[in-house]
């Protein structure tokens, strides 16, 4: 009964199968290349995120697992069975797309049964099934309801209990919410993740809005342009990411434009217009006086005089903008570069007015550098012309 499988979803115990391997997926369409080398290992019962802008390769990548589009290379495996050549009914994964077509002419009992009708059992024997599935979207009470008497929600809700009555060993998901309104998407995720919990099945779920991704995911892919720049939990990629893109793509992330001047005790230190500054986060190394990306997270700084604080900046307030429950203060460093920082509305102060001379002040364990030439890869960001 309970769930699909007796896969122990969510345990270390090691030498089991991944649900989903890819192995150096490669996807070209004519001359062009859509995905690049992706290897990538998805445990059973892992939510497993595509995340990245528009035309990056997620939803091919998705297709590519369930057996809708051909490789141009590389391998696809499920469950330790090599499913490459196998077409997308001989693979035992679901998917459920953006726009959640549900049959109109059924009633939504109908829609649940029509894959197990599919594979010939009878209604009388699927009926449990059906109602366990209307009941984990919390549907039971619409069994009668059809296509067009029920909001964008609720259709979305059967079309996942259409696709896990069959219990596949993964569901992948293209964008399941984009056609949400923003209310009903925060409440679908929030069902999306219990249903994930609660059956244990493996889903890859494909999105392009960054917060979706942090908050469903244990483990996300970070693409551009075919490429996978970074896998890792939210936490890795928000704390530590591997590439300025990356940097970029994921929260309120600050650029500076900074030099390298050496190495301090394992800390790189940085010149920052004419204030030096540490960093303790090393994925590059440096050479000569080599021009350097700094990021720097709006709510890693702190501004002016606080005790202890290390990596003083000095600048000029620039701008001062009220956000309810925080202030975000826009600072110019000497060399122009601009710097925001949050202040929540408790800790604001007077003195942080426009015109104001302030000091900033940040970890060295939070500054994170990346060469310079990466800075045509970020987004908003105004000095990439002369790289
Ligand atoms: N059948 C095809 N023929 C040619 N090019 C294609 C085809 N399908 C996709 N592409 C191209 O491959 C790239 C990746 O497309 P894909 O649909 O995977 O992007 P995506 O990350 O899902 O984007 P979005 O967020 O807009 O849905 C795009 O540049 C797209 O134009
Ligand atoms: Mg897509």
Redesign the pocket.
Known sequence: MGTNSADSAGTNSAPENAAIELKKVHKRFGDFTAVQDFSVQIRKGEFFSLLGPSGCG??TTLRMIAGLEEVSGGSIWLDGGDVTGLPAYRRNVNTVFQDYAIFPHMNVLKNVYFPLRMRKIPLREALPDIRRMLQLVNMQDYENRLSQQLSGGQRQRIALARSLVNRPAALLL??PLGALDFKLRVAMQQVLKDIQRNVGITFVY?THDQTEALTMSDRIAVMKDGLVHQIGTPNDIYKDPATAFVASFIGDMNFLHGAYAGDEDGVDVIQLGDTVVKGKKRRYTYSGREEVLVCLRSEDIVISGQAGMQNKISAVVKRVVFRGADYEIGCALKNGDELRCVVSASMMDSAFAPGAPVTLGCDDANVITFPKSQGRDILDYGGGEEA
């Open positions: 997620k939803t293209d964008e494909v």
